[in-house]
């Protein structure tokens, strides 16, 4: 006789037997990402701490994937979360062109396979002052740069995202004057720095779609828009590509857009920082922003002589 | 609970008739209630400082809306609901000083370095000081007695609520880093009545 009730899944909510067979083979390192290919929900991805990672607390993951900007979902914070679900990021092919001597076509769905996926707990300082601690998993950027071998007349790198308005509503926002596709630029010698990383995933799975899906563009030591999502073409230039927000408003967004405490937005300071995470009106928390972000020892001699009032 | 005297409802619907701003005022401050209480519930998400702030200066922007439009409603419907002016343009300075005090004290913690370098170089923050600075001696006259002393003076004090609209507006427009389908429908409202307002009476038509 039964002493004890307890709630019982249905079966059809019990995880069919191939399905968690094949996620043990992918805890197991063997590659099984069949199951990767047009699902919504993220899967785990195989990968170990890198450098950088120091002592940071991650912002909670509800937080980091329900309050971002991604325009090309809608200009509310909440919108990338609510208005995603229908934008496939698999398949997905990765181009690497330009000045270099060995153009790459990369096929993403193997690049979420390499074992050269790294985990990355990154500070994120958005231009609008506030700031998140994200554990990204990626490949250092260098890394597939060096794989198409840039021509030495490559001084820069030019980022394109996607642009696909059947999925992404909010590329028929025709009001924001936003120019699509997203475009983001680097020097090449801050695109082949150790920091700067290709994200695939964040907490260990792969990239929810309203982060980016399927990888996008980290560099820690830059305000947050400098992040471009979803990537499909990386192209060597050697001159300065145009980028979306200094085409939309020069005076306030720079092309290098370094975090500088000392340096305000014309319509904020930038001096300090709100934490996201506390959930709590009167428990939220402001800290001072820190000179690059923190990581001026891996980057500040890339600014060296420079004017960074002036190159904001 | 005791059941109402059969006379008691007509009572109260004359009373409240007639004290109506007891109801009223009440009711226009339940969304600063309703967002102290989401915001102690964890209901903000998760920038709950950034969205209380942004929450109340669109509620003042709200209320001063509507305060404007109540004079071109009686020009062009014939509903004449004058009488709710000092209701909304107070409730509009109400929400647009707790603006004021969520900016200040809970967003930079009263850091007065902060506040003084974005109150004397922000154009952005310049022109919402602006224009609540505008709404305090409106505020300071919305009673009988300032009506009375003033007399025509009054009237002629009250248009500042015109010069207070248009720079709340751009300060508005400036809270978006675009323009967008969220902004856009309050600021077409506000050009619409300042259009009304300050175009010649012949050419809109004389009160169609």
């Known amino acids: 006789?039964?002493?004890?009730?307890?709630?019982?899944?249905?079966?059809?909510?019990?995880?069919?037997?191939e399905m968690y067979l094949s996620r043990r083979s992918l805890i197991g390192g063997a590659a099984a990402l069949t199951t990767l290919a047009g699902a919504a929900n993220a899967a785990s991805l195989k990968t170990h701490l890198g450098p950088y990672s120091r002592n940071l607390t991650p912002t909670p993951k509800e937080d980091v994937t329900h309050y971002n900007n991604f325009y090309e979902f809608g200009m509310d914070k909440g919108d990338p979360a609510a208005h995603s679900q229908d934008f496939h990021p698999l398949p997905w092919t990765l181009e690497i062109t330009g000045l270099v001597r060995k153009p790459v076509r990369l096929d993403v769905e193997q690049l979420l396979r390499s074992p050269a996926i790294e985990e990355r707990i990154y500070r994120?300082?958005?231009?609008?002052?506030?700031?998140?601690?994200?554990?990204?998993?990626?490949?250092?950027?260098?890394?597939?740069?060096?794989?198409?071998?840039p021509d030495p007349r490559a001084t820069h790198v030019a980022f394109e995202s996607i642009v696909r308005p059947s999925e992404m509503p909010g590329q028929n926002e025709a009001l924001s004057g936003i120019q699509w596709p997203y475009v983001e630029g680097l020097?090449?010698?801050?695109?082949?720095?150790p920091l700067t990383l290709l994200a695939l995933g964040i907490y260990g799975e792969t990239l929810p779609n309203q982060n980016g899906a399927p990888l996008r563009l980290v560099v820690p030591w830059k305000y947050g828009f400098k992040g471009i999502k979803s990537i499909q073409r990386i192209r060597l230039l050697d001159h300065e590509p145009p980028t979306t927000w200094n085409r939309l408003a020069p005076d306030e967004y720079g092309f290098y857009a370094n975090v500088n405490p000392?340096?305000?937005?014309?319509?904020?300071?930038?001096?300090?920082?709100?934490?996201?995470?506390?959930?709590?009106?009167?428990?939220?928390?402001?800290?001072?922003?820190?000179?690059?972000?923190?990581?001026?020892?891996?980057?500040?001699?890339?600014?060296r002589g420079m004017d960074l009032r002036k190159n904001f | 609970?005791?059941?109402?005297?059969?006379?008691?409802?007509?009572?109260?619907?004359?009373?409240?008739?007639?004290?109506?701003?007891?109801?009223l005022y009440p009711i226009g401050?339940?969304?600063?209630?309703?967002?102290?209480?989401?915001?102690?519930?964890?209901?903000?998400?998760?920038d709950p400082v950034n969205v209380f702030e942004r929450s109340l200066g669109l509620w003042a922007f709200r209320f001063l809306l509507v305060c404007l439009a109540l004079v071109p409603l009686r020009?062009?419907?014939?509903?004449?609901?004058?009488?709710?002016?000092?209701?909304?343009?107070?409730?509009?300075?109400?929400?647009?000083?707790?603006?004021?005090?969520?900016?200040?004290?809970?967003?930079?913690?009263?850091?007065?370095?902060?506040?003084?370098?974005?109150?004397?170089?922000?154009?952005?923050?310049?022109?919402g000081m602006s224009a609540l600075i505008l709404l305090i001696p409106l505020a300071l006259t919305s009673n009988a007695l300032s009506l009375r002393l003033l007399k025509r003076r009054w009237k002629f004090l009250h248009r500042l609520i015109y010069p207070a609209a248009i720079l709340a507006g751009i300060h508005f427009f400036l809270s978006f880093k675009t323009l967008n389908s969220v902004s856009a429908p309050y600021l077409a409202i506000l050009a619409l009545i300042l259009l009304i307002r300050f175009l010649p009476r012949s050419q809109t038509g004389n009160g169609i």
């Open chain 2, 1 to 23: 609970m005791q059941a109402l005297p059969p006379h008691a409802v007509p009572e109260i619907s004359g009373v409240l008739k007639r004290h109506w701003r007891l109801v």
């Open chain 1, 1 to 17: 006789m039964a002493l004890f009730r307890y709630p019982r899944p249905l079966p059809s909510e019990i995880t069919p037997k």
């Open chain 1, 187 to 193: 020097r090449l010698d801050e695109a082949m720095n």
């Open chain 2, 29 to 46: 401050m339940i969304p600063a209630v309703w967002l102290v209480w989401q915001g102690q519930h964890g209901a903000l998400g998760a």
């Open chain 2, 75 to 127: 020009r062009f419907t014939g509903l004449n609901l004058l009488r709710y002016r000092r209701l909304t343009g107070l409730l509009t300075f109400f929400y647009a000083s707790l603006h004021l005090l969520a900016y200040v004290g809970l967003d930079h913690g009263f850091d007065l370095s902060i506040l003084w370098a974005d109150m004397t170089h922000r154009y952005f923050i310049i022109l």
């Open chain 1, 124 to 149: 994120m300082r958005c231009v609008e002052a506030w700031s998140m601690v994200i554990p990204w998993d990626g490949i250092p950027l260098a890394t597939l740069l060096k794989d198409a071998d």
């Open chain 1, 262 to 303: 000392q340096v305000d937005h014309p319509r904020w300071s930038q001096a300090t920082e709100r934490v996201i995470g506390a959930h709590s009106l009167f428990g939220a928390k402001r800290q001072p922003t820190l000179m690059f972000n923190g990581y001026g020892e891996q980057v500040a001699d890339l600014y």
